[in-house]
């Protein structure tokens, strides 16, 4: 019994070093179709010759937006490298990869039709984007192995999804309610799911299942999902790379460094999924990324804000719990 459960131990190391150099080398290929040149195919005196993808943005309005996933794609190469020793790296490199996916999904709204090399452009962003999703799927992949699915967790997990959207319905009236944004606490219970069992936990149960619940419910469409409902609530994993921070063996109730941290998370957590909602204003509704900040930034801090404090105020019990219902720690 003993040997066949180091073969396991065995089989899965190796399965998580080859996921893990997979995803790294298409990590490295997102990169790469964004800086290598490009062909351009016409022949001809004035367009014949190679084109780099920041000179096809030279002319945009949204060149920033590039350098933004361009540096995400960046840092997330190598902490695909680095998860493969430390767990909270990987979903880290996950986080980072969707983040500068999502900004390539950006930048062809910037296209203006006199910089030229259209089909160069677009080809070189949709490899890059197909590339930086597939290493995320490969990264996100054995973690999934790796998940804690007792009946405990499960059923935590479903009682605070399900308080979440519970405190969806329960609105605080805003001037821009009639167009969607509204503040509410529906993010608390998403963020002790990120706190009591990691960054990828966080990802998964808020990204993917709150958010495809919400999604569905809200009445906006399919096409808001990728923004502002699996960025917008995956958010909450940025919290989670907190956890040793905040839920440390050696903190048994309120404490100065734990609520720190807790602010510190909150206010990251609210920066992304105001992040991500302004993009899908610009994708979907056609807003300036000025104004889609200004519109979302009406509400997003405020429900974010209200978040943390809550949790803040509810840290030392929650600690008490999670000495008393500690979390299977498998490397989230």
């Given at each position: 019994?003993?040997?066949?459960?180091?073969?396991?131990?065995?089989?899965?190391?190796?399965?998580?070093?080859?996921?893990?150099?997979?995803?790294?080398?298409?990590?490295?290929?997102?990169?790469?179709?964004?800086?290598?040149?490009?062909?351009?195919?016409?022949?001809?005196?004035?367009?014949?010759?190679?084109?780099?993808?920041?000179?096809?943005?030279?002319?945009?309005?949204?060149?920033?937006?590039?350098?933004?996933?361009?540096?995400?794609?960046?840092?997330?190469?190598?902490?695909?490298?680095?998860?493969?020793?430390?767990?909270?790296?990987?979903?880290?490199?996950?986080?980072?990869?969707?983040?500068?996916?999502?900004?390539?999904?950006?930048?062809?709204?910037?296209?203006?039709?006199?910089?030229?090399?259209?089909?160069?452009?677009?080809?070189?962003?949709?490899?890059?984007?197909?590339?930086?999703?597939?290493?995320?799927?490969?990264?996100?992949?054995?973690?999934?192995?790796?998940?804690?699915?007792?009946?405990?967790?499960?059923?935590?997990?479903?009682?605070?999804?399900?308080?979440?959207?519970?405190?969806?319905?329960?609105?605080?009236?805003?001037?821009?309610?009639?167009?969607?944004?509204?503040?509410?606490?529906?993010?608390?219970?998403?963020?002790?799911?990120?706190?009591?069992?990691?960054?990828?936990?966080?990802?998964?149960?808020?990204?993917?299942?709150?958010?495809?619940?919400?999604?569905?419910?809200?009445?906006?469409?399919?096409?808001?999902?990728?923004?502002?409902?699996?960025?917008?609530?995956?958010?909450?994993?940025?919290?989670?790379?907190?956890?040793?921070?905040?839920?440390?063996?050696?903190?048994?109730?309120?404490?100065?460094?734990?609520?720190?941290?807790?602010?510190?998370?909150?206010?990251?957590?609210?920066?992304?999924?105001?992040?991500?909602?302004?993009?899908?204003?610009?994708?979907?509704?056609?807003?300036?990324?000025?104004?889609?900040?200004?519109?979302?930034a009406s509400y997003i801090p405020a429900s974010g804000i209200a978040a943390a404090v809550v949790l803040m105020a509810i840290y030392g019990p929650l600690l008490k719990v999670n000495k008393r219902f500690p979390i299977e720690e498998q490397g989230n």
């Open positions: 019994m003993e040997n066949e459960q180091k073969t396991v131990q065995s089989d899965s190391k190796i399965a998580k070093s080859w996921t893990n150099l997979v995803s790294f080398v298409l990590s490295l290929l997102a990169i790469g179709f964004l800086f290598l040149p490009l062909l351009k195919y016409e022949i001809s005196d004035d367009v014949d010759g190679f084109y780099f993808m920041w000179d096809l943005l030279a002319a945009s309005t949204f060149q920033h937006v590039f350098v933004v996933a361009f540096a995400l794609l960046v840092i997330a190469a190598p902490l695909v490298k680095i998860g493969e020793k430390i767990p909270s790296c990987e979903s880290g490199a996950v986080l980072a990869l969707l983040l500068g996916a999502a900004f390539l999904f950006l930048v062809p709204n910037s296209y203006n039709e006199t910089m030229g090399a259209k089909t160069e452009l677009f080809t070189g962003l949709a490899l890059s984007f197909s590339f930086a999703i597939a290493s995320a799927v490969f990264a996100i992949s054995h973690s999934f192995q790796k998940m804690p699915m007792t009946v405990r967790s499960m059923a935590e997990d479903a009682i605070l999804v399900a308080a979440a959207f519970a405190l969806n319905f329960l609105k605080i009236p805003t001037p821009i309610a009639t167009t969607g944004g509204s503040i509410n606490l529906q993010m608390l219970p998403l963020l002790v799911i990120a706190l009591r069992h990691g960054p990828f936990h966080g990802l998964v149960a808020g990204g993917i299942v709150y958010g495809l619940l919400t999604c569905f419910t809200d009445g906006y469409g399919f096409a808001c999902y990728p923004f502002d409902y699996l960025i917008g609530f995956g958010s909450v994993a940025v919290l989670g790379f907190f956890k040793p921070l905040i839920m440390g063996k050696d903190q048994d109730f309120y404490n100065i460094k734990g609520e720190i941290f807790i602010a510190v998370g909150g206010i990251l957590v609210t920066f992304v999924r105001l992040l991500g909602s302004s993009i899908s204003s610009v994708v979907l509704w056609g807003s300036t990324f000025d104004e889609a900040l200004i519109y979302n």
